[in-house]
């Protein structure tokens, strides 16, 4: 971490503390409490980002309330290995890293050490009381094992929590419920044998993620009679396949009104390999339509699968909506600072593909809200480019810890109290595929480690949003304008033997 960084953090920290002792409510000896609600593959379709026909109330009333970021990236578009990066702050070294494993492979079963295995670890060390809630690392109730072993005893972040809660239900173990059916059976178990989708006509518990909110309230209650200062994280699997929700949520909508993705083609002047055949999605076998690069689902197809998700969304945000309702029935709203996060964006049939793990911007953008007591006078939508690694010194910081463990990342509080003394980063790295994407305010430049060519791809947001055309061969100017600016994400990913 560079000098600048640090005097950021400085900075910061003692502007939450000069806030905490302005407010009657939340004096400077409270810390803030955490409430972090993980979503995944939340990409940025609710009204808040542009998108109005999504039914998402509650999510967009904290948009209003806190701060939206207009540009946040992940750092790798698929599960565990994005929060691997998003908990400890760091960027991808090794091709461990970017593996769904990354957890298991540096955490689980490791011991304690000086550095902390995730923020998280951190606030524990500083009297914070840490409960996990579902999915906030890979495993859904934390614990290693394959979707169709039992539970095993490993926990995947030893250190990090006082206690990792998990109702499961009638599916009986985490991964039955991730890919939960009304009817108590998963896929799993249905040997993929399935749709992916289903509209149950049954109440929110009648899907796992209503029985994490259950569990997240009863949580809640207990932690209001606690003498510390809470971090409860909540992680809750819809909008991800299959796209199931309860009949209600459906309603909200009418199929025939749902748009389809305005990419229905590739890109042009790029390689295949910088795409996929969209093998999650086409794994649920009972589906009507197969996706393929070659040619697109039907338009009717495209729209029922866009009304799953979009029902998803509107299920997954009546849950935030419980949360933020008992926050203020227990009066920990004024001190809880609000994070939600999507672990990465996913393709809707956009470029052809359904699923995330591309270098694209369909896959990196994701969701990102921060609500932080104090700063209300600031809330506002930011245009700035920012990083899923940006959350560990935020957090920390806005907790008022001062820490001297070095990330990847950078404090986002004086960028949003227009308190930055230094030029603001603005970039954003991501890893994936054999390649390294570097996201500007203006271009998106991704460079990989393959022979198909073309292997550099470049984007033009300002002409081109939706990536339609690779621009490298036509602004070499360009491209070597931005080659020095990716080299400084270039971690040797691609070049280490791991």
């Not at 207990?222 to 994280?233: R, S, T």
């Not at 299959?242 to 749902?258: G, I, R, S, T, V």
């Not at 990342?409 to 994936?432: H, K, V």
């Amino acid at each position: 971490m560079t000098s600048s960084n640090l005097l950021s953090i400085g900075a910061g920290i003692a502007l939450c503390f000069t806030l905490w002792s302005c407010k009657k409510e939340a004096p400077a000896s409270t810390p803030p409490n955490v409430l972090f609600i993980a979503i995944d593959d939340l990409r940025t379709e609710l009204a808040c980002y542009g998108k109005d026909l999504v039914h998402a109330p509650n999510l967009d009333g904290l948009a209003k309330e806190g701060f939206l970021f207009q540009n946040h990236y992940v750092n790798v578009p698929t599960c565990g290995a994005s929060r691997y990066a998003m908990l400890t702050g760091m960027l991808p070294k090794t091709k461990d890293h970017i593996s769904n494993r990354a957890m298991y492979k540096f955490m689980a079963e490791q011991a304690e050490s000086e550095r902390p295995e995730s923020f998280v670890h951190q606030l524990k060390r500083n009297n914070y009381y840490t409960v996990g809630i579902g999915k906030i690392s890979h495993s859904v109730d934390g614990l290693v094992y394959e979707y169709r072993d039992e539970p095993s005893n490993i926990k995947e972040m030893p250190h990090s929590w006082d206690e990792f809660l998990f109702d499961a239900g009638k599916w009986e173990t985490g991964w039955n419920s991730f890919f939960a059916y009304a009817d108590g059976s998963n896929r799993n178990d249905m040997e993929k044998q399935v749709k992916p989708y289903e509209m149950a006509d049954v109440e929110d518990d009648g899907y796992p993620d209503g029985l994490t909110t259950e569990l997240a309230l009863k949580q809640l209650q207990q932690l209001k009679k606690k003498q510390q200062p809470f971090f409860l994280g909540v992680g809750y699997f819809k909008p991800h396949l299959p796209f199931n929700a309860p009949k209600k949520y459906w309603d909200l909508y009418k199929e025939e009104n749902m748009p389809i993705s305005p990419e229905q083609n590739l890109a042009l002047q790029i390689n295949q390999a910088s795409l996929h055949g969209s093998g999650e999605f086409n794994q649920y076998a009972l589906g009507e339509e197969k996706a393929s690069l070659d040619s697109n689902m039907t338009t009717a197809y495209q729209q029922k699968l866009k009304h799953a998700y979009y029902a998803c969304i509107s299920y997954i945000d009546a849950q935030v909506g419980e949360l933020l309702a008992e926050l203020e029935r227990l009066e920990l709203a004024d001190n809880t600072i609000i994070v939600v996060w999507g672990d990465h964006g996913w393709h809707l049939g956009d470029q052809r593909v359904w699923g995330k793990h591309t270098l694209f911007e369909r896959a990196l953008k994701s969701t990102l809200m921060l609500k932080i007591p104090g700063l209300q006078d600031h809330a506002r939508s930011v245009p700035e480019i920012v990083s899923s690694t940006d959350l560990y010194p935020t957090i920390l910081a806005a907790c008022g810890i001062n820490s001297s463990i070095p990330t990847d990342g950078n404090n986002l509080l004086p960028l949003l109290t227009e308190d930055q003394t230094q030029p603001w980063r603005n970039t954003a790295y991501s890893y994936f595929r054999n390649g390294i994407s570097v996201r500007t305010d203006r271009y998106r430049f991704t460079k990989y480690f393959r022979d198909a060519s073309p292997t550099i791809e470049l984007y033009d947001h300002q002409a081109d949003p939706l990536e339609q055309q690779n621009l490298a061969q036509e602004l070499p100017e360009v491209v070597e304008q931005l080659l020095p600016v990716w080299e400084k994400g270039n971690t040797g990913l691609y070049t280490s033997e791991k």
